[in-house]
Nanobody
Framework: QVQLVESGGGLVQAGDSLRLSCAAS????????MAWFRQAPGKEREFVAR????????YYADSVKGRFTISRDNAKNTVSLQMNSLKPEDTAVYYC????????????WGQGTQVTVSS
């Protein structure tokens, strides 16, 4: 089992920055892929960014590319999402997720943290 706890959400204005963190525990994460998803009201959950714990390769959704940066801290077992130039359409509940790299679906999810961007 992997336990994930997100933090760092809040209310900001358009153009501001926010940093989300995800604390992971329960397993050695070297074989895992970590990701951020988000779900806006009335919409389906969508992928935002992912990072492979081993090697650190990253991948982003087109909607956040160039504005968001995903990173990991091996010593603290945390994954972060730095969000810059926030837009009202970034408003959503953001979820941290984890899966073994070879698996297709993300197995473990955090409880989510609300990000609200006002115009």
């Amino acid at each position: 089992q992997v336990q994930l706890v997100e933090s760092g959400g809040g209310l900001v204005q358009a153009g501001d920055s926010l940093r989300l963190s995800c604390a992971a525990s329960g397993r050695t994460l070297s074989a895992y892929s970590m990701a951020w998803f988000r779900q806006a009201p009335g919409k389906e959950r969508e992928f935002v960014a992912r990072i492979r714990w081993s090697g650190g390769t990253t991948y982003y959704a087109d909607s956040v590319k160039g504005r968001f940066t995903i990173s990991r801290d091996n010593a603290k077992n945390t994954v972060s999402l730095q969000m810059n130039s926030l837009k009202p359409e970034d408003t959503a509940v953001y979820y941290c997720a984890a899966k073994v790299v070879v698996r297709a679906e993300y197995e473990y999810w955090g409880q989510g943290t609300q990000v609200t961007v006002s115009s």
